[in-house]
């Protein structure tokens, strides 16, 4: 009778610890092919545990994707088995019929990095769960660098007038939808639109826009000629606006865009990454670096080069004479040209030196060496490079001999 008590004991706490759903742990890219088992009792839960926060993680997305034929299924998503659960069987009870907000189902859903996320799956076809992740997400990437580059070119955009009348024709587009929703709504019965309200409050406003946001694709892809032309009208004439209001000229008002566009910057790198920590830190660091005083700046290269200062690096030969021609030549041609202008008094200056002829030949152009000076001058570089293999050769001598007296009594030698 005991052992039978037991036995009963053990097989209760047996089926107490059975749970009603399969609970998979996904760590890494993953694909699951699942069939439809019509026996099957329990919930299959799709679950990504997370990842720990480090540098690598900043432009890093996650997502579950579902591949089904069609889109005659539900989606139940929570932190949990346990929430995704409840979830799943309010569903099945028939709650989702009258709840007009129940959360829509995507085939491509963003996850928590690093949070733990489940997800559910009720379809009677058969389908197939990816997990993806990408280790760097392109779109992060150019969000938090076009964020980034807001930031520093705010004060060049805010006076630049193609920026201006770019903002111009977007706030105009955009406004111009609000009107037409406006004027719509004066269309409609007050009385109606006043007991709707009342009865159903602000969820029936909720739901209204839900659905507008959601089916707005759809729209626009249906009235894509329409939606065109208007966006066209709208803008021509946003443009026209804009021209005959001109860019901001005040200061204040240069200020004002500055800033706002500075606000724009911060939260495009705040909101590109997951990791909110470090997009934080970047968008700091970015604010700091650009309102840094230029003053301490100098100071801290002034002091660094003091402290290291740039070793100067001496010319080689040929940069030498490809120096000194090149500055020659632009000497002379200085001087020729105050020769040539009437600050310069030409015959004071030919009473002066001793060949007038040679001066007057210089201001027109020629040369100002004659053609003795020239070979002299070639003379004697030819003599210098003759003498520079002598002296090597005698460094090479000392270098094998060190005791040879010839050499030491050389006056290249010291």
Not at 51 to 65: C, D, E, G, M
Not at 163 to 176: D, E, K, N, R, T
Not at 290 to 307: E, N
């Amino acid at each position: 009778m005991f052992y039978r008590s037991v036995l009963l004991l053990f097989t209760f706490i047996n089926v107490a610890k059975a749970l009603p759903y399969d609970v998979h742990w996904l760590g890494g890219p993953t694909t699951i092919e699942r069939d439809i088992y019509p026996t099957k009792q329990t919930v299959d839960i799709y679950c990504y545990s997370g990842n720990s926060k480090n540098l690598f993680a900043l432009w890093q997305t996650v997502k579950f994707n579902i591949k089904v034929k069609n889109d005659e299924f539900s989606q139940y998503i929570g932190p949990n088995p346990e929430e995704v659960y409840k979830d799943y069987t309010e569903n099945s009870y028939g709650w989702a019929v009258v709840n007009p907000f129940q959360r829509k189902s995507y085939k491509s859903v963003s996850i928590d990095l690093f949070g733990p996320t489940c997800m559910a799956i009720n379809t009677q076809h058969r389908h197939s769960i990816e997990l993806l992740i990408q280790r760097v997400d392109i779109w992060r990437v150019l969000l938090m660098t076009l964020g980034i580059v807001l930031i520093f070119s705010s004060k060049t955009l805010s006076g630049n007038p193609l920026f201006f009348y770019l903002c111009g024709i977007l706030v105009g587009v955009s406004a111009s939808f609000m009107l037409l929703v406006y004027y719509v709504s004066k269309l409609l019965p007050r009385k109606t639109l006043t007991y709707g309200i009342l009865i159903g409050g602000w969820t029936v406003g909720v739901y209204m826009l839900q659905q507008i946001w959601e089916n707005i694709r759809s729209i626009v892809v249906s009235y894509q000629t329409y939606i065109f032309w208007y966006t066209l009208s709208v803008s021509f004439v946003s443009f026209v606006v804009c021209y005959r209001i001109g860019p901001p000229k005040n200061e204040r008002s240069k200020n004002l865009v500055m800033w706002t566009l500075q606000v724009v910057g911060v939260l495009m790198v705040f909101f590109s990454s997951q990791y909110q920590e470090a997009s934080a830190a970047v968008a700091i660091t970015a604010m700091c670096v650009k309102y840094f005083p230029q003053s301490l700046v100098y100071r801290l290269q002034g002091y660094w080069r003091r402290r290291f200062p740039p070793k100067p690096r001496l010319l080689s030969s040929a940069e030498y004479y490809e120096q000194g021609a090149r500055e020659t030549k632009r000497a002379l041609d200085e001087l020729r040209r105050y020769c040539s202008s009437p600050d310069c008094a030409q015959w004071r200056v030919m009473l002066r030196i001793s060949d007038a002829k040679r001066f007057a030949s210089f201001v027109e152009g020629n040369s100002h060496l004659s053609d003795e000076e020239v070979l002299d001058y070639e003379s004697y570089a030819f003599s210098m490079e003759r003498s520079k293999p002598v002296a090597n050769s005698t460094r090479n001598n000392l270098d094998i001999s060190e005791d040879d007296s010839t050499d030491e009594e050389d006056p290249e030698y010291y």
